[in-house]
C-alpha cells in the first residue's frame, strides 16, 4: 500500500520550481538548502557577488536569531550577479526546525515592490481604456441613440454598466495604490469645509444608500473651520469607510460623526454590522486583505478599499483606525491635520 504522504523527492521538486528565492539557513548563517531560484543568487564558492549575497543574508539572519523574532519582513540589498549593479529583495524570514530537529530560519526572497508598482501601473492604464470605450458605448445604447430598447434590453444594458462601473473602480483601486506605493503621488491642496465634503460625498451615494435600505445620519452642519489639504483623496477615504459601512451592516444604522480635536479634523463612520475581530483589526488594512465570513463572500470586492483608506490618510498627515469586535458593528475613525502644506497648494 503506497504512502498517502508525499515523498521528499517530491517536496525538493515543488521547492525548486517556485519562481521566487527560498532557502533554509542555520542561526549562523550556514546555508543548509535552496531551491534553483536563489542558486541564481547565491551559487556555493568564493565568487563575487554571490558571496557578498550570502553575507549580507547571514547577517539578516543572524539579526533576527539574536533579537528573538519568531518572524520578519524587510528589504535587503543584494547584487545582481548579471549586471553586477544593487538588487534591492523584499525578504520574509521565519524560524523554523530541520527535519532532525535543528533550528533554522527559512527565508524568501522577492523583487522589491518597485517592479510590482509599475507592472500594477502600466497594467491598470492598459484595462482602463477598453473599458471607458464599453461603458460609452453602452450609455449611448442606454440614452437611445441607436433606437428605442425593450425592457429585457434595457436591464441587461444596465447591469452592463453597473457591472463596469465596479470594474473601473477596482481598476481605479488599483493604480491608487501603485502610485502611492511608488512615491509618485502628488498632492493637490485647498481650501474647503469638511461638512460640505461629507455632505456632497453623501449625495453621491444616495443610490448605494438606497440599495442598502439603511437610515444614514452625519452631522454635516457641524460648525467647523475650514481646512487646508487634498480634497479629492478625503473625499475618497470618506466615501471608501461609508461604502464599507454599508457592505457589511444587514440592519440598524450609519452614523458620521464630525469633529475638530486640537488641529485635528476627527471623523468617524459607526456602523451596526458585522463587526470585526480584534485580532483582525490590523488585517483588514492589508492589500486584498477580506476576513471570511459568509456575508464578506457574498459581497465580493477585491479588498482595496480599507488600504487605499490607510495610504491616503498616511500621506495627508494622519491616520485610520477602528474600534470593534465581532457582532457589534465598527468604527473607524479618521484623523487629518487642519492645515496641511507641503508648498503645492491650489486654490
Known amino acids: 500500500m503506497s504512502s498517502p504522504f508525499p515523498s521528499a523527492g517530491w517536496f525538493e521538486s515543488v521547492l525548486d520550481a517556485l519562481p521566487d528565492p527560498v532557502l533554509v539557513v542555520r542561526p549562523l548563517g550556514d546555508v543548509v538548502r535552496l531551491n534553483r531560484a536563489a ?10 557577488p554571490y558571496a557578498t549575497n550570502r553575507a549580507r543574508i547571514a547577517r539578516f539572519v ?49 523583487r522589491d515592490s518597485g517592479e510590482k508598482t509599475m507592472l500594477i501601473a502600466n497594467t ?21 441613440v441607436h433606437g428605442p430598447l425593450s ?9 452592463v454598466e453597473a457591472n463596469g462601473q465596479h470594474l473601473l473602480a477596482l481598476i481605479s483601486d488599483l493604480l491608487d495604490m501603485s502610485v502611492t506605493d511608488a512615491g509618485k503621488m502628488q498632492l493637490r491642496l485647498s481650501r474647503f469645509e469638511p461638512g460640505q465634503l461629507v455632505r456632497e460625498t453623501l449625495e ?12 444614514v445620519y452625519a452631522n454635516w452642519n ?24 454599508l457592505k457589511f451592516t444587514r440592519a440598524g444604522e450609519v452614523r458620521i460623526e464630525l469633529a475638530q480635536v486640537e488641529q ?10 458585522i463587526g470585526i475581530a480584534p485580532h483582525d483589526h490590523e488585517k483588514i488594512f492589508e492589500d486584498f486583505r477580506q476576513i471570511d465570513t459568509v456575508l464578506r463572500r457574498t459581497q465580493g470586492g477585491a479588498g482595496l478599499g480599507l488600504a487605499i483608506c490607510r495610504r491616503f490618510a498616511t500621506l495627508l498627515g494622519g491616520s485610520v483606525s477602528v ?19 507641503d508648498g503645492t497648494a491650489q486654490a
Open 264 to 273: 485635528q479634523l476627527q471623523l468617524s463612520v459607526a456602523d451596526t454590522g
Open 62 to 110: 543572524s539579526d533576527l536569531v539574536e533579537h528573538a523574532c519568531p518572524s520578519t519582513r524587510d528589504t535587503l540589498m543584494l547584487i545582481d550577479p548579471l549586471e553586477a549593479g544593487d538588487l534591492p529583495m523584499g525578504v520574509t524570514a521565519e524560524r523554523a526546525s530541520w527535519s532532525n530537529g535543528e533550528p533554522v530560519v527559512v527565508v524568501t526572497l522577492q
Open 222 to 245: 457641524v460648525t467647523l473651520p475650514s481646512m487646508t489639504s487634498d480634497r479629492r483623496k478625503v473625499k475618497q477615504i470618506i466615501l471608501n469607510l461609508v461604502t464599507n459601512a
Open 151 to 159: 425592457e429585457r434590453q434595457r436591464a441587461s444594458l444596465e447591469r
Open 323 to 341: 474600534a470593534s469586535d465581532l457582532g457589534k458593528g465598527a468604527t473607524f475613525t479618521l484623523l487629518l491635520p487642519m492645515e496641511l502644506n
Open 39 to 48: 542558486e541564481r543568487l547565491l551559487q556555493p564558492g568564493d565568487a563575487e
Open 204 to 215: 453621491e451615494l444616495e443610490p448605494v444608500i438606497g440599495q442598502a435600505k439603511l437610515p
Open 124 to 144: 491598470s492604464h492598459e484595462l482602463r481604456t477598453p473599458l471607458n470605450a464599453i461603458l460609452g458605448y453602452t450609455s449611448l445604447l442606454l440614452r437611445g
